[in-house]
């Protein structure tokens, strides 16, 4: 037994400090094998799901696939089909292995998206166009897709060039991404940039190019301690006069952008291609990095039909988005049918107070302190409340009220992906980086995300076989229907 704990330990070295995901994958495939971890996949009984049920459903569809049951197929999905049926998204199934899950749970997911090509491939005769059409468009809507939310952060939101390299690399990114503060930086180049385009500006060298000097130093001034104008040149050469509109029209994805308003009587913003569709993403990057005191608050520009550049929202100003939407779980949810999330968190705020562990812990203890922790939030929104009622004054009223914004938001989601607590971080949240620090930063990004890959794709799996199908389908009714201008339109409401 010593030895064995001795080599499972050594795995765990080798997987926390792996220079590629294959070098991770290899060793954490041993440590399953030497931990019991496998034999835990193979046997299908356990109490945290409901395997039975899984069981009789993979059943189901496989005897339905063999008698070419198109229509049988539809209603075995119909009936059910969620991300989280049986439980089978219990985080305590993602903790056993350092690699998978049950392999019941792995074969449900295969069968559910072989199952989804059956239907669409289906002959016409037996299944029409439209009854397809509208099967994928009902159980797509219903099973709902995943988002990725990249935090704010600073200096340390390039720990997100890591994560989103990684999800990039495993084809892996999901078609909602957001981004608050340092964050809307990545989201705003994830959602102008093609797959092959992205591998090439998340690297160290191309990030250290653009952002090696974005502190400049101005001095005790109302409009902020720092210049913003090397961040604003760094932003112009990315994104230049792109629209939300015209960057979904060139990658597909949906990014939102989140700026928190600079006066009272306003609430936070999410800005996107549904929302404002020609906004200009460069003002909003800027707007939603106006860290206040650091930066001056910021006025969005639209770009017009006729090209030319307008204020949006005139005679409002907007600032740091992570103040009051650095996690807008539940807009998305609204606005894309979201209903779970990817979370890369450098939030100076939150990073400190967030578990590592993959799993909380049941014990009484634990649920106690967290039962504790959501009493003092709680506690701590209605004083702020309080005090904001009390206060006449309109600067001190606006600084209770970011206050108060900041402790009431929720800073994880279904996936958390974190860097680790190191003391040297803290110096780089308001500094010019090195090449050096970038490069740290990038790798403990990509390093933090391994762990994650293979749960993330189990949760992706089925909603991107869904909307694949759903968005040929949409462009066939656009095509057979005459209307090739419609396209756009058509995978606007599809992706």
């Known amino acids: 037994m010593p030895l064995l704990t001795s ?10 400090h792996a220079s590629n995901y294959d070098e991770y994958t290899e060793a954490a495939a041993e440590h399953d094998e030497l931990s019991g971890a496998v034999e835990w996949k ?8 409901d395997y039975r049920l899984i069981r009789k459903r993979v059943q189901r569809m496989k005897l339905a696939k063999s008698r070419g049951d198109a229509i049988g197929l539809m209603s075995i999905l119909h009936e059910g089909i969620h991300g989280n049926l049986g439980n089978i998204a219990n985080p305590a199934l993602n903790h056993q292995a350092k690699l998978g899950t049950k392999l019941l749970i792995e074969e449900f997911i295969a069968q559910v998206c072989e199952a989804l090509d059956f239907i669409y491939e289906a002959d016409e005769n037996e299944v029409d166009f439209y009854e397809k059409l ?18 704010g952060g600073a200096g340390l939101g390039f720990f997100h060039c890591g994560v989103v390299k990684s999800l990039n690399e495993h084809d892996l990114l999901p078609g909602v991404i957001s981004g608050a503060s340092a964050g809307s930086i990545i989201a705003a180049m994830v959602g102008t940039r093609t797959h092959d385009e992205l591998l090439e500006c998340v690297n160290p060298e191309f990030i250290y190019e653009k952002f090696h000097s974005w502190r400049l130093w101005r001095g005790i001034s109302k409009r902020g301690l720092l210049n913003s104008r090397n961040l604003e040149n760094a932003l112009i050469e990315l994104f230049d006069l792109m629209t939300f509109e015209e960057a979904f029209q060139k990658t597909g994805k949906h990014i939102t952008v989140t700026v928190s308003p600079a006066d009272l ?23 939603s990095c106006a860290v206040p005191v650091i930066f001056d608050p910021v006025q969005l520009k639209a770009k017009a039909a006729n090209g030319d550049i307008l204020p949006y929202i005139p005679n409002r100003r907007f600032a740091d988005g992570s103040l009051m939407a650095d996690m807008p779980f539940s807009r998305l949810a609204r606005l894309y049918g979201v209903n779970h999330s990817i979370v890369s968190q450098t939030n100076p705020i939150a990073v400190p107070f967030l578990s590592r562990e993959r799993k909380h ?6 649920k106690t302190m967290r039962h504790l922790a959501n009493l003092a939030k709680m506690n701590s929104v209605f004083a702020f409340d309080v005090m904001e009622n009390l206060t006449s004054n309109k600067a001190a009223k606006l600084a209770l009220h970011k206050v108060r914004s900041v402790i009431e938001q ?25 090449l050096a620090t970038i490069t740290d930063l990038i790798e403990s990004g990509e390093r933090a995300t391994w762990p994650h890959i ?16 759903l968005k040929a389908l949409k462009e066939r009714e656009a095509r057979v229907l005459g209307h090739p201008g419609r396209l756009s339109v058509v995978e606007k409401r599809s992706a």
């Open 7 to 16: 080599r499972l330990s050594e795995l765990e070295k080798v997987m926390e």
């Open 361 to 366: 812990s049941d014990s009484i203890g634990s």
């Open 265 to 287: 009587h306003q609430y936070s913003r999410l800005l996107n291609a549904k929302t404002s569709p020609n906004a200009i993403i460069t003002q909003a990057v800027r707007a």
């Open 454 to 469: 293979n749960t993330i794709k189990r949760n992706i799996a089925i909603s991107t076989t869904f909307r694949k199908h």
């Open 410 to 434: 929720q800073y994880v989601g279904d996936v958390n992906i974190l860097p680790d607590r190191n003391l040297g971080n803290i110096s780089r949240i308001l500094s010019n980086p090195t």
């Open 134 to 151: 509208h099967f994928f468009e009902e159980t797509a809507h219903a099973f709902g897709r995943s988002c990725l939310m990249l935090s």
């Open 42 to 49: 193979a046997k299908e009984a356990c109490r945290e799901y």
